[in-house]
Nanobody, 127 residues
């Protein structure tokens, strides 16, 4: 069993940066592919970024490529999402995901491939 706790969300202006953190529990954390998804009001939850167990392979949604960076520190059981040049359309609840069925840097993990979810953290970007 894995428990995930996100932090780092908040209210920022367009062009600002935020770093989200996701702290995980459990011995198997370092063996899991991890990911970030987001859900805007009235929209379905969507993929943002994913990283394999070692950090050697990463995938991004086209909408965040070049602006967001996912990373992990297995010694700390933590995965990060550095978000730069934020836009109002990035406003959403961001969810950390563990044990993602991750197939490589050109793939998009599906929602039903995730075994564990965090509770989410709100990111609001004002224009």
């Amino acid at each position: 069993q894995v428990q995930l706790v996100e932090s780092g969300g908040g209210l920022v202006q367009a062009g600002d940066s935020l770093r989200l953190s996701c702290a995980g529990s459990g011995r198997s954390f370092s063996t899991y592919a991890m990911g970030w998804f987001r859900q805007a009001p009235g929209k379905e939850r969507e993929f943002v970024a994913a990283i394999n167990w070692s950090g050697s392979s990463i995938s991004y949604a086209d909408s965040v490529k070049g602006r967001f960076t996912i990373s992990r520190d297995n010694a700390k059981n933590t995965v990060y999402l550095q978000m730069n040049t934020l836009k109002p359309e990035d406003t959403a609840v961001y969810y950390c995901a563990a044990d993602v069925f991750y197939l490589g840097p050109t793939t998009t993990p599906q929602l039903d491939s995730v075994d564990y979810w965090g509770q989410g953290t709100q990111v609001t970007v004002s224009s």
